[in-house]
């Protein structure tokens, strides 16, 4: 992944180089953390509003902010008259993603698994894997992208577009997949999620290169003030990684074999969403810096979103909630092994203008 990383900024040699031994070491001291100073993760969870950990928010929104500083603003009304990249994510998204979820994860807890998971338990996982399903990424997409070299004012349209469809239809497929009734979205948490990771970062982009572009000039922006950022991304996905796992220590040393359970569904459905958003984009002759977001927008999940409802519906203590922390667990490993698939198989797409 190195050379991939590498193009998008000369600092990253080193970080780029080891980049699958540096998350392994960050799940590794989180996790230590977690055990050893117990004291951390507690403190830091007193930092938490409508299940948004304040301080994971501040490290996502470094992540994006670079990002947010290359979209030219100009370019978003250009990407709005593009619609097959936005048909690939909201199909794969809304009409495949959570059946193929409820179909994989039902097979897994309630066929493969039976012996080692007791039946209603098996339900419960599920259920929080169903929750998983039906919520694509809001924040960390724009990581993904910027990773992979994604057009970041088109990211962003595909993001505003599943937020807005996110509030009409996650609560009726919830709903219909787990026979429940009462699914109750937590929209405190939908919408400081959208103002923390989208709208924040959007504008202080916006401003940020409006500001520079004024008094320095753009060729400075580009070359110089840009550049400030080239380690930023990777850094705060690191420290992003020690922060979660540390709050998940207890969960995994408690539930080993459960947890490894749970993840394989998990990575299977995270795997078959990539391929064919990524498939479909292939033959649709989309751009590859459209292609690649368009599939890790509906790899990866909203788990804030996820977790919220797991507890609201199931309960804290619950195998809905553990299946939905589990998600969260797997995501950064898995998206960061589905960018090196896409940043080594951009040749695919360069026939594509």
């Given at each position: 992944m190195s050379n991939e990383v590498n193009k998008q900024g000369g600092g990253l040699d080193f970080f780029g180089r080891y980049l699958t031994i540096w998350?392994?070491?960050?799940?590794?001291?989180?996790v230590a953390i977690g055990q050893?100073?117990?004291?951390?993760?507690?403190?830091?969870?007193?930092?938490?509003?409508?299940?948004?950990s304040i301080p994971?928010?501040?490290?996502?929104?470094?992540?994006?902010?670079?990002?947010?500083?290359?979209?030219d603003f100009s370019s978003i009304i250009e990407a709005t008259k593009k619609p097959k990249g936005l048909t690939v994510t909201c199909v794969t998204n809304w009409l495949i993603k959570p059946f193929t979820m409820y179909l994989i994860a039902?097979?897994?807890?309630?066929?493969?698994?039976?012996?080692?998971?007791?039946?209603d338990l098996a339900t419960d996982y599920l259920a929080g894997a169903v929750l998983l399903g039906a919520a694509p990424c809001t924040a960390m997409v724009f990581v993904w992208s910027h990773l992979t070299d994604g057009d970041p004012a088109y990211t962003l349209v595909q993001v505003a577009v599943n937020d807005i469809i996110l509030l009409f239809a996650f609560a009726p497929i919830v709903a219909f997949l787990l026979g429940v009734s009462?699914?109750?979205?937590?929209?405190?948490?939908?919408?400081?999620?959208?103002?923390?990771?989208?709208?924040?970062?959007?504008?202080?982009g916006y401003f940020s290169r409006k500001y520079i572009i004024k008094n320095k000039g753009i060729d400075y922006f580009e070359n110089v003030f840009l550049k400030k950022f080239d380690n930023i991304t990777i850094i705060g996905l690191l420290l992003t990684l020690v922060i979660i796992f540390s709050f998940q220590g207890e969960v995994i040393m408690n539930n080993p074999l459960h947890i490894g359970l749970i993840a394989v569904p998990l990575i299977i459905q995270t795997f078959l969403i990539f391929i064919i958003a990524y498939g479909w984009s292939k033959v649709w002759k989309l751009p590859y810096n459209v292609a690649a977001p368009?599939?890790?927008?509906?790899?990866?999940?909203?788990?804030?979103?996820?977790?919220a409802v797991a507890i609201s519906l199931f309960g804290l203590q619950s195998g809905a909630a553990l299946a939905t922390v589990v998600g969260v667990l797997v995501e950064v490993p898995l998206m960061l092994t589905l960018v090196k698939i896409a940043n080594s198989t951009s040749y695919w797409f360069k026939e594509v203008k």
């Open positions: 998350v392994a070491l960050c799940i590794v001291v989180g050893l100073v117990p004291s951390f993760p507690e403190t830091l969870s007193k930092f938490e509003y409508a299940q948004v994971v928010a501040i490290l996502i929104w470094l992540m994006i902010y670079p990002m947010m500083l290359k979209i039902g097979f897994f807890f309630k066929v493969v698994f039976k012996a080692f998971i007791p039946s009462d699914v109750i979205v937590p929209y405190d948490t939908l919408f400081l999620s959208v103002v923390l990771f989208v709208v924040i970062p959007l504008a202080g368009a599939s890790m927008i509906g790899a990866s999940n909203f788990f804030e979103l996820a977790v």
